[in-house]
């Protein structure tokens, strides 16, 4: 799952596959300034990070 918010000027994204990591890229103007991976120690707080913390709206 991907989420994607759009801020002046930069793109923050959030990637999650599953697993006990969240991929988090930032892009300036179509390039990558910045590509990181959130570990977490179990599936369930990965969920609750990208859920919690990205607006999700599945309607």
């Not at 793109?11 to 910045?34: D, P, Q, R």
């Amino acid at each position: 799952m991907t989420i994607q918010n759009y801020y002046s000027g930069y793109c923050e994204s959030y990637e999650y596959h599953g697993n006990t990591a969240v991929e988090m890229t930032l892009i300036k103007n179509g390039v990558f300034i910045k590509r990181d991976w959130i570990l977490f120690d179990s599936v369930q707080e990965a969920q609750d990070f990208f859920y919690e913390n990205n607006e999700v709206d599945f309607q």
